[in-house]
């Protein structure tokens, strides 16, 4: 059985002074609960980048989730940073893994370094706990729909082969209310997707889990069809979707 959880973000960190320090994940819609639920064990978080060269924010991030998380009520022992640094067995340390977590970041340099390391393979019979976050999620769909997150990237490409372990898109971050002149752009484009795609907008703290049968998503969400931008579900309530 599938243990996928597709976040926009989790929340694991706050700046104070310019400097990025890690907090507790707020549970508001049960996600510490559900994801401890799921798991087996809380030995080995295995932390997969989507800038396989920026080692310095890697290595912060990393840190600051991990920390996060067992700042939440869980006690990880071993964190496992991989990015082009990594030289071990990818199959075997994933395989020994409790949970791996795609980090957020740019989305298809992301799915580009997922290709070169083989993911989509070495994830395919993986049963354990994988959480997205924002680009991690985006890129677990069969095929990714991501809409431009900047005004320099419209036009370019928006679909592309994912990881293949869920038929779910979603929007992470997703804005309500009024949007700025740049922001008008941007969801112009995202409703072009729509008139092709369903997807699934979240907020930030918002999710969706998918265990190969069944999909729920927990928090404030929204479809995106034909144009049409329609709430299914509100904060700290959930709701069965069927995709």
């Not at 992470?172 to 209310?177: A, C, E, K, N, V």
């Amino acid at each position: 059985m599938k243990k996928i959880f597709l976040t926009s973000k989790l929340g694991c960190e706050e700046k104070i002074n310019n400097k990025v320090i890690s907090k507790p994940i707020d549970n508001v819609n049960g996600i510490i609960n559900n994801i401890k639920e799921k798991l087996i064990k809380e030995d080995n978080f295995v932390f997969i980048t989507s800038s396989p060269k920026d080692y310095e924010n890697n290595d912060l991030y990393a840190k600051v989730t991990f920390e996060s998380f067992n700042k939440s009520g869980f006690n990880f022992k071993n964190l496992i940073i991989i990015d082009n640094r990594y030289k071990g067995n990818l199959k075997e340390t994933i395989n020994d893994s409790d949970v791996v977590l795609l980090a957020g970041g740019h989305t298809l340099t992301e799915m580009q370094y997922f290709e070169e390391i083989n993911l989509r393979d070495i994830l395919k019979d993986y049963n354990k706990v994988i959480i997205g976050q924002s680009a991690g999620s985006l890129n677990l769909a069969e095929m990714v729909v991501c809409s431009p997150e900047f005004i320099e990237e419209i036009g370019s490409s928006y679909i592309w082969k994912g990881l293949s372990l869920t038929d779910i898109n979603i929007e992470p971050h997703f804005i309500t209310g009024k949007l700025k002149e740049e922001e008008l752009l941007l969801r112009e484009e995202l409703l072009k997707l729509s008139e092709k795609y369903l997807l699934y907008a979240l907020v930030d703290g918002s999710y969706i889990y998918d265990n190969g049968s069944s999909q729920t998503l927990y928090g404030e969400g929204y479809t995106i069809y034909k144009r049409e931008i329609k709430k299914i579900c509100n904060k700290e309530r959930y709701i069965e979707i069927n995709n």
